[in-house]
């Protein structure tokens, strides 16, 4: 179902990394530049000539857009299983799914690359899905350096967060990272959605700011009934709408492959479909795609 966009901002593609599915160098990532169609508020030409040859442009004063850093988290365990066989997203025993060495290696992978391209330092703030897949995605890529004992700031993330054998991160000289709801994939029905209360996760990632978050338990889950398509793109539309509201330009998200498509399904439909295809079509594990809000209101 496509839906219309209740609120008149504009989403671009900007130069986007291809997605971290194998142990690649971070030489494999390719950006590639895109161009989108004129909407009724872009500056307007004043010869058949001129509008042929900026069909596919767009012009808009900087302090009216805002740069998004979607990254879906690395492959986790539930992730292996329902490509098996689909069923296994209704075991219990994949609740709060955690990383796989693979999706290690992808977080890995991901932050070499935005090390590597400078985006690291770019970013103002990170919101990140509040479950253990998300939130050790975060840590990895877009945190600090191995955490050592006598560094007198929090952790990021603690050693061994789900069984992962993997150092402590530091939080020192990181952007601030922020657990929200809003981000959160489809809810109900599969237990590889449903988080852990916020008590368990504050030892385990001291220094994510859980404080937006206004139930210790996982209220929001059911065990019976699954979240709608329709009720995700409205809770993603909320969510762009919050993103908006925020005072930082460069913001990074890391979510959910489900939730993503969804939100940005209301986007793209005044572009070519090549970019609307860009905007909308599901992420890879620990793909990253960066796109621009633009306030034409």
């Known amino acids: 179902m496509t839906f219309s966009t209740p609120f008149p901002h ?5 130069p986007i990394s291809k997605p971290a599915t194998t142990a690649a160098s971070p030489s ?4 590639l530049i895109h161009q989108i169609r004129p909407s009724s508020s872009v500056l307007r030409c004043s010869s058949i000539s001129d509008m042929d040859a900026t069909a596919g442009q767009g012009l808009y004063p900087l302090h009216r857009c805002k740069t998004i850093h979607l990254v879906r988290h690395a492959q986790g365990i539930h992730n292996v299983a329902g490509e098996k066989d689909h069923s296994a997203y209704l075991s219990q025993e994949l609740f709060d799914a955690h990383l796989t060495p693979l999706g290690w290696q992808q977080v890995d992978n991901l932050r070499k690359h935005v090390q590597a391209c400078g985006l690291l330092k770019k970013i103002e703030l990170v919101v990140v899905s509040p479950l253990l897949r998300t939130m050790q995605t ?8 191995s955490y050592k004992d006598g560094i007198d700031v929090n952790p990021l993330m603690v050693a061994n967060v789900g069984n992962s054998e993997r150092p402590a991160i530091s939080s020192l000289n990181c952007t601030p990272f922020l657990a929200l709801e809003l981000c959160r994939e489809h809810l109900g029905v599969h237990p590889c959605d449903k988080r852990r209360s916020i ?8 220094a994510i700011d859980f404080s937006l978050i206004e139930s210790d338990d996982d209220v929001l889950w059911t065990a019976d009934v699954r979240e709608k398509d329709e009720d995700v793109a409205s809770r993603g539309m909320k969510f762009m709408n919050w993103l908006w509201t925020r005072k930082e330009k460069e913001i990074a998200v890391v979510s959910h492959s489900g939730f993503m498509f969804h939100a940005l ?15 909308c079509k599901h992420f890879a594990n620990c793909e990253l795609r960066s796109m621009v809000i633009v306030d034409r209101g």
């Open 199 to 206: 008590h368990e996760y504050r030892p385990l990632f001291p």
């Open 10 to 14: 504009l989403l671009i593609p900007t």
């Open 265 to 279: 399904s209301a986007f793209g439909n005044d572009c070519h479909p090549l970019v609307k295809s860009e905007i």
């Open 28 to 31: 494999s990532y390719s950006p």
């Open 138 to 145: 975060a840590s990895g890529v877009f945190g600090g350096e």
